[in-house]
């Protein structure tokens, strides 16, 4: 039998029992998982039910639930909402505008792949906090983009585009457009030639073969994205802070001003960041249930 | 297909411009004379030469790449293993565990970064290069056990049952069918491990002593005062190094098919 | 797999070349090239936590260089990330700068060490104006660092009439153009005394009469910004705004004249940043040397260059320049009126839940 260690034979769709190798190996994970994810979130869930100390930090006399009914708050349910909204549309724009660039990618050939790959991700390894104040340069009214609008004639008057929400959403598809194209690109990559090949030889034009075939054999890179852009979308607080001019307050500036501001409540950003966690947890755990029955895994 | 893809070319070059922009804005202002990053008055190398002095941001340019470089080497052995291990066997708590890898990259950076730290002291580990790559790969590895799944869902087992035909070991058929065939895979996983490494604030914050500051934390330290163009002179330098790797290799690979 | 090898072998290389040329934490190696010692330290090692662009890094180098003793220098960004870090206990600090409202809750935690004066030769120097003060009247354990107002900038350009108010900022005809700082402490603060009430009298019957007046002003303001205020200032994208003194000064020096700095009228925020020896911290005689090596005059009007806010040093104030001291924002003329911030314990949640409330009505 050649079956060693690496259970080689399986066929798709059928997975071995782990046994006592399997759960050998799977332990560094586990042990990872335990230590440096469940602990601290376990920390964080126990001080959102902590008192807040007088310098920040937590007391450790009594439990309560009042951070919870402070998260419960329209003031700050308000903000919660326009977060989704803002993440949404970013994910949106993201998707739209990532998933051709991801398809020309993953389909070129491998030396263009390569480099084109290389282009998307070099930006992104400048400063962050430099790339979003150069936006500032650009978007400002005596900046790049106005003056360019002015010179063509296009406009007479510059336009305002910094500090207003427009400018928020454009640095948060900035910021989050290769944590989309990326996994759509390893969805594409694996696509069978043959496949789109036989879809149009049985009379798809292009763009039904594109719709009907290609896009739904992707789509674990598409929620792969998805989700890669819209649930860290939720907690950012830079972006909005410089190209908002501070007036896009989203989740996360509420729970970073607990914490790092003014507000020297932690156990209420504990609170936030559990209410969040929590939801995305369980909203995560049936989405992946799913496309884990649909891969035969489960 | 031609015209769907030669409109995709045209938008992947309008996207590529759009990333680019804000590149090419701050190259072009670290050059510019004055400190202000706002309008230019002229020409000089002046802040190259001021990087080259300044000793605390060489230092954190090189911790950011030892942090970047551990980071992205965990990351992609817990992650492809994670991910291989998670497709090749039925675990009963396989949802479960994948969530709680998951998890990391839901919470708020401000608060995984305190509760790390809480969890640092209570074990007892000194904030230094350890800690850091350790908060890293947290939130790192899940990318690239995310990709590799993502690949693995379409592996074709007759794949490996060909080479195990050919007289493979397991051992040699994994290596040299299952990892060329995941690499793609493993390739833009560590691509975006690296990038969130390098450019990781909130979370090194906490989890980072002086001597281990990164670039992220001195550049943040500098934004009261006004992020002088030596800053831009780094990040320029940075890409320009990145590029002429590329541009090496590339003409390497060439002599050499 | 060549491609990927010689991919390596480039990483590899450049990152030789750039721990190369990053250099060793060498005692004596500063930027300006003093006179370097080239033996090991000798003073030991001392864990300074400061404000992040507060403390110049050739004080830093030169002190190293003088006394041997290695400073690592962490940074934030606020008193509460100072406060997170240092109770967290993971670091041993031997020196901080906390503002004085945290001076005030410290000492209350009893998380400072008094001062040893007799190690402070140079304590002199800070003029008697800065004793007395609710926060730490003796300087028993803080040593001011750096003084400075919250006031109001404006563009004369744009603005024609001198605006002395916060009621003459905050008017419809401003709309759009006013930047203040992202601090709800000191937004509310501002509300209140141009209530006539105290700043730091954030009863919630104070903070419901502030409510109305933060739901007239917070609509008319385009940025919040409390790192880098005067950005927006100079980008021309506001014309009026209220910020630090520094910031303040930076305009007036950088902003090609147009910019004036004047206090309110209804009472400005006096802030006085101090150094402060926190418990627990292992190395004394090392924060005491650079506490004292701060206060000399020559160092400190170096502090002053780069950071323009009021300096408590009445020695330094003497070595300043013409233009330094004529400076309106950095030595505000006649006696305006100031009040610092007291510690308000809990209410500081309820004053940062009425901003973040105020803020999100008015904004997008």
Redesign the interface.
Same mark, same amino acid.
């Given at each position: 039998m050649r079956q060693g260690a690496t259970g080689f034979t399986a066929a798709a769709g059928t997975q071995r029992a782990p046994g006592r190798v399997g759960t050998l190996l799977l332990a560094p994970l586990v042990a990872w998982a335990l230590l440096f994810v469940v602990a601290p979130a376990a920390i964080m869930l126990v001080y959102s039910f902590l008192e807040r100390g007088t310098l920040g930090g937590v007391l450790w006399e009594r439990a309560t639930l009042e951070n919870y009914a402070g998260v419960g708050n329209p003031v700050y349910l308000r903000i919660v909402l326009r977060s989704i909204l803002y993440a949404g549309i970013t994910t949106a724009l993201c998707l739209a505008a990532g998933y051709p660039v991801a398809y020309l990618i993953g389909r070129a050939n491998l030396r263009y792949r390569n480099l084109l790959l290389m282009a998307v991700m070099i930006p992104f390894w400048t400063s962050f906090l430099i790339r979003t104040y150069a936006w500032v340069t650009i978007l400002k009214s005596q900046g790049f983009l106005n003056s360019s609008l002015l010179a063509l004639g296009l406009i007479d008057q510059p336009f305002e585009m910094l500090y207003t929400p427009g400018a928020v959403i454009v640095g948060l598809v900035y910021t989050f457009l290769p944590f989309m194209i990326l996994p759509i690109f390893t969805s594409v990559e694996k696509l069978d030639g043959a496949l789109i090949e036989a879809a149009l030889d049985l009379g798809a034009g292009p763009l039904r073969a594109f719709s009907r075939v290609i896009v739904p054999l992707t789509s674990p890179g598409i929620s792969a994205g998805v989700l890669l852009v819209f649930v860290p979308a939720l907690g950012i607080y830079a972006v909005n802070d410089i190209l908002g001019g501070g007036r896009v307050d989203m989740i996360g500036n509420i729970i970073e001003n607990q914490i790092k501001g003014n507000a020297r409540n932690w156990p209420f950003g504990a609170a936030l960041g559990t209410a969040l966690l929590f939801s995305f947890a369980v909203a995560y755990y049936y989405v992946n249930r799913r496309q884990r029955v649909a891969e035969g895994r489960a | 297909?031609s015209?769907?893809?030669r409109?995709?070319?045209g938008?992947?070059g309008l996207?590529?411009l759009?990333?680019?922009?804000?590149?090419a804005?701050?190259i072009l202002?670290s050059f510019n004379e004055s400190r202000?990053?706002?309008?230019w008055t002229g020409f000089t190398l002046d802040w190259y030469v001021k990087l080259?002095?300044?000793?605390?941001l060489?230092?954190a340019?090189?911790n950011s790449?030892?942090v970047a470089?551990c980071a992205t080497v965990v990351s992609v052995v817990?992650g492809t293993?994670?991910a291989w291990?998670?497709?090749?066997?039925?675990?009963r708590a396989?949802?479960?565990?994948?969530? *709680?890898?998951?998890?990391?990259?839901?919470?708020?950076?401000?608060?995984?970064g305190?509760?790390?730290?809480?969890?640092?002291?209570q074990i007892g580990l000194?904030?230094g290069y350890t800690t850091i790559v350790?908060?890293h790969?947290?939130f790192c590895f899940p990318?690239v056990m995310?990709?590799v799944q993502?690949?693995l869902?379409? *592996?074709?087992?007759s794949l490996?049952?060909a080479? *195990?035909d050919l007289g493979a070991?397991?051992?040699q058929?994994?290596f040299k069918v299952l990892v060329p065939y995941l690499m793609?895979?493993i390739?833009?996983?560590a691509?975006?491990a690296?990038?969130l490494s390098?450019?990781d604030?909130i979370v090194t914050?906490?989890t980072a002593?002086?001597?281990t500051?990164t670039?992220?934390?001195v550049?943040?330290?500098?934004?009261?005062?006004?992020?002088d163009p030596s800053?831009?002179a780094i990040?320029t330098v940075?890409?320009g190094?990145?590029?002429l790797?590329?541009f090496?290799?590339?003409a390497?690979?060439k002599r050499?098919s | 797999m060549r491609r990927f090898e010689w991919m390596r072998w480039m990483a590899v290389a450049a990152f030789a070349a750039l721990a190369a040329c990053g250099g060793e934490e060498k005692p004596a190696a500063p930027a300006e090239g003093a006179a370097s010692p080239a033996e090991p330290p000798a003073g030991g090692e001392l864990n300074l936590f400061a404000w992040s662009e507060y403390l110049p890094q050739g004080v830093i180098d030169e002190f190293t260089a003088e006394s041997g003793i290695v400073v690592n220098y962490e940074q934030y960004a606020s008193n509460e990330e100072m406060l997170a870090k240092l109770t967290s206990g993971a670091v041993a600090y031997d020196l901080v700068q906390p503002s004085e409202y945290t001076v005030e809750a410290m000492v209350k935690e009893g998380l400072l060490l008094p001062l040893d004066k007799t190690k402070l030769l140079n304590l002199k120097n800070i003029g008697q104006e800065y004793y007395g003060r609710a926060h730490d009247p003796e300087l028993t354990y803080s040593v001011p660092y750096m003084q400075g107002t919250v006031g109001i900038v404006a563009n004369t350009e744009k603005i024609k009439q001198p605006v002395t108010s916060y009621a003459e900022v905050f008017q419809a005809k401003h709309e759009g153009r006013i930047v203040v700082l992202d601090d709800s402490r000191e937004v509310v603060g501002w509300a209140l005394a141009s209530l006539g009430l105290d700043a730091n009298d954030v009863t919630p019957e104070n903070l419901e009469k502030a409510k109305p007046v933060l739901a007239k002003w917070l609509p008319l303001v385009k940025v919040y910004d409390s790192d880098s205020p005067k950005t927006a200032l100079l980008n021309g994208d506001v014309d009026l705004g209220v910020v630090w003194s520094g910031e303040g000064a930076i305009l007036i020096n950088e902003g090609g004249g147009k910019f004036s700095y004047t206090l309110p009228s209804d009472g400005a925020h006096m802030f006085i940043d101090s150094l402060a020896i926190p418990k627990g911290a292992q190395n004394l005689a090392a924060a005491h040397q650079f506490i004292d090596y701060l206060l000399r005059p020559e160092v400190s009007v170096k502090i002053s260059a780069d950071f323009p806010y009021t300096n408590p040093n009445v020695e330094a104030r003497k070595l300043l320049s013409e233009a330094e001291r004529a400076n309106a924002a950095s030595y505000p003329p006649g006696s305006p009126k100031l009040t610092t911030f007291k510690d308000l314990g809990a209410a500081a949640a309820d004053v940062d839940k009425l901003f973040t409330d105020m803020k999100a009505q008015s904004g997008s």
């Open positions: - | 297909m015209w769907i893809t409109l995709f070319a938008w992947t996207v590529l759009f990333f680019y922009l804000p590149i804005i701050l202002f202000l990053n706002i309008q080259w002095r300044d000793h605390v060489m230092r340019v090189k790449l030892i470089t817990l293993a994670g291990l998670l497709h090749r066997y039925r675990y396989a949802g479960l565990l994948e969530t *709680l890898v998951f998890l990391p990259m839901i919470v708020p950076e401000v608060i995984l305190v509760s790390l730290l809480i969890l640092f002291v000194q904030l350790i908060s790969v947290t990318f995310a990709a993502a690949r869902a379409g *592996l074709d087992p490996e049952e080479a *195990l070991t397991p051992l058929a994994f793609p895979a390739v833009s996983g691509l975006m690296f990038t390098l450019d604030l914050y906490f002593s002086a001597r500051a670039l992220p934390l550049i943040f330290g500098k934004v009261k005062k006004g992020l800053l831009n990040s940075l890409i190094v990145t590029v790797a590329l090496v290799t590339e390497l690979r050499n | -």
